[in-house]
């Protein structure tokens, strides 16, 4: 059911038709028109003008179908399929009256208006010369002369467009095409035209745009869907190409071009969702491997590499395989500056890099392209916190070990570096102080990187034994070197009763 509402300003646009119509109202005895047509015609007529449309016109339907030489019946129904946007049942109507009656002139001037609008000169121009021929009142010869010109002159500029696109000047046919369209709006081949211009002029967007009304204006069209499909897929959106095609096949499941172009979507489509699969199971490798794939499979379009690309950045981050993040993102960013997702991963690789300033330049520049990403703000929060943290103390530095350090690496090397510079080990007293100092350093990266919620703070940006990042004022993680003699580096923690003596 259509709302008088929705359909208020398609009825304002058909004005001229229906009151038309309501001069008709004396004509029906002239068509012999019976009671219970009658009847159904009458209650059509006040619900079309009520904006009533498929209500009226299950009226005029059942009108037809008690008379079918009712050329009233038609008019009236071609009226509200006009209102309804539907101009092929209209003519279709508006044929059936010009059959039934031939003198009607406002069927015919009617019909040559839709049939102007669908680019159908020499068809619009028989119906206006026909209305001359009619003796029409002077309102209707007027109109049917004046509408004789506009077509001359359409006519003319047709031929002047499709002369520039040949000669390759799409901007000067485009802008002709534009004043064109706004008469001829149901032409699918004019926008057709346009968006070969368009496409040339790479404007694909407004390409798609007039292909999408052609796939509407022409039946069976194709040729429309398929252009539209590659239109899609050379900018990268592989799943609308994928929908464009279908539509495609639907109308001609044997189309060569349709069906070449289906199967190698089809299958760079699942590759795709295959490799995003993985990176939502946190199988990043194998991601990285479907997504190598993906550029063999298509390797003549650029984008699809530099998305994979990026994809395959992401999954070097997320996996901690700092280096070859860096490498791949750095050579999206050279494509693409502003890519915000690259910039990102490539900032939490510097970060496993221990390179604070790149990371942050990084944010930074992500967070000038998408200000409103909570992300980026925290990741930048964080980056700044860690470079001002790595000017302090870095445990991670201290240790000799990676941020993504396991538990065993990090007892490893705190027992190695424990060994080496415990105080015991130096005889001059400058020696064994320097000592004592680094050693302190070694057990109390030992004691935060072993610590899970420790870690978890430092990581963060915040040193848990350091009294500034602790609310409250007092450091309850202070250490000396009292506290740390006899200690064993070799045991999992805890006080133990041995000193070590080195030869």
Known sequence: MVSASACAGQVGAVLPLLLVLFDLLGEGV?????????????????????????????????????????????????????????????IRDLSKVVELKQDFTSARLQRGHLLLKQ??????????????????????????RSQLTKSDELQRLCSQALSLYRQEDYTTAIGLLDGILEVCVWDAELRELRAECYIKEGEPGKAISDLKAATKLKNDNTEAFYKISTIYYQLGDHELSLS?????????????????????????????????????????????NKYESVMKTEPKVPIYTLRAKER????????EQAAEAIEVCTEVLLLEPANVNALKDRAEAYLLEDQYEEAIQDYETAQANSEND???????????????????????????????????????????????????????????????????DI???????????MRRKFDAGEDPLDAESQQGGGNPFHRTWNTWQGFNPFSSGGPFKFKFHFN
């Open 30 to 90: 002239e068509c012999g028109i019976n009671a219970e047509v009658e009847k159904q015609l009458e209650m059509g007529k006040k619900l079309l003008a009520a904006g009533q449309l498929a209500d009226a016109l299950s009226h005029f339907h059942a009108a037809i179908e008690g008379d079918s030489d009712n050329y009233i019946a038609y008019y009236r129904r071609a009226t509200v399929y006009l209102a309804m946007g539907k101009s092929k049942a209209a």
């Open 119 to 144: 680019g159908k000169f020499d068809e619009a121009e028989d119906d206006f010369k026909s209305v001359l021929k009619s003796n029409p009142s002077d309102n209707e010869e007027k109109e049917a």
């Open 244 to 288: 464009e095609v279908r539509e495609c096949l639907k109308l001609d499941q044997d189309h060569k071009l349709c069906f070449s172009h289906y199967k190698q979507v089809k299958k760079l489509n699942k590759q795709i969702e295959s490799a995003e699969e993985l990176i939502r199971e946190g199988r990043y490798t194998d991601a990285i």
């Open 312 to 319: 395959i950045c992401h999954c070097f981050s997320k996996n």
């Open 374 to 440: 909570q992300q980026i703000r925290e990741g930048l929060e964080r980056a700044q916190r860690m470079l001002k943290q790595s000017q302090k103390r870095d445990y991670y530095k201290i240790l000799g070990i990676k941020r993504n350090a396991r538990k065993q690496e990090i007892i490893k090397a705190y027992r190695k570096l424990a060994s080496q510079w415990h105080p015991d080990n130096f005889q001059n007293e400058e020696e064994k102080k320097k000592a004592e100092k680094k050693f302190i």
């Open 443 to 453: 057990a109390a990266a030992k004691e935060v990187l072993t610590d899970p919620e």
